[in-house]
């Protein structure tokens, strides 16, 4: 019986470690149904543009408020996991604040930091919690921000602030213990905030406090173990991928989009057919364009599992800001969206995708959305990690071009007027020069 | 005053290469507005007395809009085709007055074969400068409230943002930002195409946006650097009915003027 807690923690702790990793291995394998891109050149200047973008949140700033308070969760974070790990191998070992003894007076340093922290995330959680539900931000209540993607910001949030409260408790309670000399409760911690919290218990016999310690000590971990699966399910996975996904962003200029390889080799053979045919013939690609999340890149992909919906494109984007149906948000969570669809359909039969009858293209995002896009780029400089949704706009623009001619008939016309007289209007190619001697 | 506009092919004849290509774009060759622009900067060019040809009826659509509508193909065939002319004289600069050319020939180009020194005329404008070759006096616009708006295929794109500005401090004139500018700057909605286009349904047309912002810091004049941004910003101002108190210029177009030429 003495080892009950030990093992039922350690349990808990392979099972939603388990499941875990299983679902990073679902969305590993769902962003490799994505096309072959090269991003593996530069390593040096890939670091150095993680370390800047993600790491160093040098884009989140941008907007001075949202970007100091998520610093501050982001701090929170990656610090207060730190106290994670003993709070895992106490669970473990059974023992009780191992690092108390080891540490020494650096450990109190510790627990008060962690403390101030957790303060300092709160206040920031409940200002988020406030811009988006009371202030009511307009870039949080557009359309595509109806029903799941709303309650899982709030329930993120919500998560937060539980596991904060938790945590201060944890300390509370125990801090009382410590002071009556409670066994196994060894003095270990300074509480700069948690002392505020401790006259809500110091009224209660030392047994209720030691059920009350051990009880938010079970519910901040567990919190923990729940939220880590909640990731898969959110919006959340940004705490993650966004190094990755900045390791891997395009680091050519923003101007320059893709040219298709596979059209340049049929180009060079109707234009050059000598020189062309020396070089090596490429098979043809089923189609041109994307009109599914197989077309895509897998860097594409990852983008879409990365975005945390926060709509800074979509709040600078042209063609969202004039009442257009485009935002370029929508592009990303529909993305993502059909790439889960895609990805249970794969669960479902054995890791063999079985025709559904359905499409990115159409079924999710609609030729007026791809239309609408001034290929600005806004909405990709405004990405604080680099998510780059105007690349599925014009693959999927190709599509419909090159594939169904289903460009806008005015579009239709400024192309055959480049075909026809190398210009986007109706004029002859030999009035090119007439300006010169027109008043 | 008589243009002096020598084309490559004249050139070729009489052995002699120009030191750079004038790649004047189908709007700055075809569209009123536009070819003001075209004037404006080969007035500087005349001036400056610099070595430089275009190419004439051999220019053709660099084959932007059509990538951007999704046609690839007949992107790439325009591409090439113009890369086997610039090739067949032996080009290795270029300077244009719109950013889409400008971006098209120096981003994409290259993978297709064709490898030249793109500039912008306001980059190409601001080296005259440093050469000494060009002063710009300020006079006419002494006092003047100039406001840039940012060609996205020169800001965002290119991350060009202060050649054109620095031409415009030249002028001593008070160069005044908008509420969205350089990385931020918002489109004026002609890109990726919209141009030869209507725009899909909405509340507001992007340019009326755009012009709103501009308005807002008061301008004497709303300073372009692109010929699509110069339509659409003066069709908002039309919209606006500002007309007459405010001007929307290309910096090429303030230069001339500045200049008296």
């Excluded at chain 1, 406090?209 to 000590?217: A, K, N, T």
């Excluded at chain 1, 053979?269 to 070089?279: F, G, K, T």
């Excluded at chain 1, 969202?320 to 479902?348: F, Y």
């Amino acid at each position: 019986m003495a080892y009950l807690p030990n093992s039922i923690f350690l349990v808990l702790l392979v099972f939603s470690v388990g499941l875990f990793i299983r679902n990073l291995n679902r969305i590993r394998r769902n962003i490799h149904l994505g096309k072959a891109v090269n991003r593996t050149d530069n390593a040096l200047l890939r670091w150095k543009n993680m370390l800047r973008v993600a790491f160093g949140q040098s884009k989140m700033v941008s907007r001075p408020i949202a970007g100091f308070l998520h610093l501050i969760v982001y701090i929170g974070f990656v610090l207060i996991n730190i106290e994670l790990l003993e709070i895992i191998l106490d669970g473990l070992l059974g023992s009780h604040r191992l690092f108390a003894p080891l540490l020494g007076s650096f450990y109190n340093i510790l627990i008060a930091s962690f403390e101030i922290l957790a303060f300092l995330v709160l206040l920031a959680v409940v200002f988020f919690w406030t811009r988006r539900n009371l202030v009511k931000l307009q870039r949080f209540w557009k359309p595509e921000m109806k029903g799941w993607p709303k309650s899982d910001a709030d329930n993120i949030l919500y998560f937060e602030i539980a596991l904060m409260l938790l945590f201060l408790s944890m300390n509370a309670t125990d801090a009382l213990l410590q002071k009556a000399a409670f066994p196994n409760y060894i003095k270990a911690g300074v509480f700069p905030i948690s002392q505020f919290l401790t006259p809500l218990f110091s009224s209660l016999s030392t047994e209720t406090l030691v059920i009350l310690e051990r009880s938010f000590w079970w519910m901040h971990i567990v919190g923990i173990f729940i939220f880590l699966n909640y990731l898969y399910y959110s919006k959340h996975l940004h705490i993650l991928l966004a190094f990755p996904n900045t390791y891997y962003a395009n680091l050519e200029a923003k101007g320059k989009f893709v040219v298709n390889p596979h059209i340049k080799a049929e180009v060079q053979l109707m234009m050059n057919p000598e020189a062309a045919s020396s070089e090596t013939a490429t098979t043809p690609p089923d189609k041109f364009g994307a009109t599914d999340v197989f077309d895509l890149n897998w860097v594409q992909l990852m983008n879409a599992y990365s975005c945390t919906e926060c709509g800074r494109c979509s709040s600078v984007c042209p063609a969202n800001l004039t009442g257009k149906k485009l935002s370029p948000r929508a592009i990303m969570m529909k993305t993502r969206d059909r790439l889960e669809e895609v990805g249970k359909n794969l669960n479902q039969n054995n890791g063999k995708f079985a025709a559904d009858g359905k499409q990115l293209l159409k079924d999710y995002i609609s030729p007026e959305e791809l239309w609408a896009c001034t290929s600005c780029n806004a909405c990709v400089e405004a990405c604080p990690i680099e998510i780059d949704p105007l690349s599925i706009i014009m693959d999927m623009r190709q599509y419909l071009t090159l594939e169904e001619s289903a460009a806008p008939a005015a579009l239709n016309s400024m192309m055959s007027n480049i075909e026809n007289n190398g210009a986007p209007w109706p004029f002859s190619n030999q009035d090119r020069l007439q300006w010169v001697n027109e008043e | 005053m008589t243009l002096k506009v020598p084309t490559l092919a004249q050139l070729a004849v009489e052995g002699k290469k120009p030191s750079v290509v004038f790649w004047v774009g189908c709007a700055g060759s075809f569209d009123d507005r536009a070819k003001k622009i075209t004037k404006a900067f080969v007035k500087i060019l005349n001036k400056t007395q610099t070595d430089f040809a275009v190419l004439g009826t051999e220019e053709t659509c660099t084959g932007d809009p059509a990538k951007r509508a999704g046609n690839e193909f007949l992107f790439q065939m325009q591409a090439q085709q113009n890369i086997a002319t610039l090739d067949q004289y032996g080009v290795d600069k270029i300077v244009t007055t719109c950013p889409h050319c400008f971006n098209t020939l120096k981003n994409e180009y290259p993978e297709l074969g064709g490898n030249y020194k793109v500039l912008h005329h306001t980059q190409f404008l601001k080296d005259l400068i440093k050469e000494g070759t060009l002063s710009i006096e300020g006079g006419n616009f002494k006092g003047k409230r100039i406001t840039f708006h940012d060609p996205c295929y020169l800001g965002r794109a290119n991350q060009v943002y202060e050649a054109p500005r620095d031409l415009i401090k030249k002028l001593d004139a008070e160069l005044v930002e908008m509420k969205s500018c350089k990385a931020k700057g918002l489109c004026c909605g002609a890109g990726g195409a919209q141009m030869f286009k209507d725009a899909e349904q909405g509340d507001k047309e992007i340019n009326i946006e755009r012009t709103e912002e501009a308005l807002d810091t008061q301008p004497d004049i709303i300073a372009a650097a692109c010929p699509f941004c110069n339509t659409m910003m003066t069709d908002g101002i039309k919209n606006k009915e500002k007309e007459d108190s405010v001007k929307v210029m290309d910096i090429a177009e303030l230069i001339v003027n500045a200049n008296d030429l």
